[in-house]
């Protein structure tokens, strides 16, 4: 082992090890307050959840990190550089939105040509998903004649297509029959065992127990609690991630 | 180049819509039933006109609302790829304005090429025609990107689209007439080519009657615009304008683009 390794190690050891850091993020929507002051992190080399009820701000979120909503206020950034107007980081996000909808007279294959042809890396893709959904086969149809499963599937399967490191997955197993959400699941542990962060939101709480390593639980526009799924559960006193999410809305709404 | 990327995929969507096939398909049994049955070249030119200066500008602007909010979600999936926002819109609206104008071009070009009208005498008119066509093309998909993004819910939106066709078209002319009547004491010249102008459909229709002779017999803001004007500076004038319609709309569009939240 030469300089660079050694020298990486202090630097490493100096700053946490986060992808995504925010701190302070406000959003208005006309009147209404989505964002009130957000301020979390995301852990490098972890799968976290962001939960919450409808309206909390989770896409909001999201969609702030991903560039398509600008912040009015605060600040977000990925790998430790805050995200601008040069879209180039978004080459190292994999999204999977919550629901797919493609060009209707386009080929699921044709699809992937197009984001492919976006990206100039040349980094060798990762087609795992398309053979483990089975989704060869569909890949020349028109997606219009595609069901709504295959759409999600394909939705999924380009997500991981460019081997990110951040992996934004919105809702990810709705839509998905139990034997492609436990092919995607197996996916996303294999992501974070490749060293991926994964950062997904979910309303399905039970199904995601077994993924979560941290927790990031909005309420009405703010974190309310943020750590690891063990600190959650032991400070709820609860032992599953449904009833501890429940204990937290109570104890926000009083 | 993202936009020739973006682009070339939406060409791709398009060429297979059968919405954008039944528009050709329609554009030409209109023309070459207008050349066949409409009497001499000339009054097919004329008939062709205002169906042209109708139908094209709705076309553009409700198909091009409606595809451009069905294509939402897959917008967003572009803007979270590693693409500028400014060069994705180019790619929308040329993929999006490229097919319109060339279906616009196929349908009514065609049939007068199969069809024959060599005396060359209705050269200048026809190509008129078809530019004046491409222009509102251009100009009615930017109103129809700039409905869609003003409006979040797309029945709002494609009602602002139709609002917008039908002030050009039908209400406009009733403001004129109204105006007219109103005003008949009073010297209209400068009055009338101020409220042309502000009509894509009405500069269109200029720019094809000031080919004609009777240019005067076709319309008051015709006629006023060919005495205020002479046929060339008329001609520069409204095609100027026009042009101004298409990139106006888009600059608008663009801004809002870009500014968005999606």
Redesign the interface.
Known sequence: MTGPALVAAPAALALPRMVVTAAGLTKRFGRLEVLRGVDFAVRTGRVTAILGPNGAGKSTVIKTLLGLVRPDGGSIALHGAEIGDDPAYRARIGYMPQQARFPENLTGREVVHLLRDLRDDTVPEDDDLFEAFGLVRELDKPVRTLSGGTRQKLNAAVAFMFRPSLLILDEPTAGLDPIASGVLKARILRARAEGASVLLSSHVLSELEELVDDVIFLLEGRVEFQGSLRRLKETTGETRLERAIARLMQRGTR | M?AA??LR??L??????RWLLGYVLLLLGLTDALLRFGGGGQRAVLSLMNVVLVFVPLVSIVFGTMYLY?????I??????????GSLFAGLYGGLAAPLAVGFLLGVGLPFLWGGQGDGSLAGPLIMLLAAGVLLTLAFTALAFLASLLFEDRVKGLGAAILAWLAATVLYDAVIVLVGMSFSDYPLELPMIGLTLLNPVDLGRVLLLLQFDTAALMGYTGAVFERFFGTVLGVGVATGALALWCVGPLVLARGRFR?K??
């Open positions: 993202t990327k973006v995929y939406e791709q969507d398009l060429r297979r819509s069905g294509a939402r979600d897959f967003e999936l572009l803007l979270a790829q590693p693409v500028g926002r500014g939240d999606f």
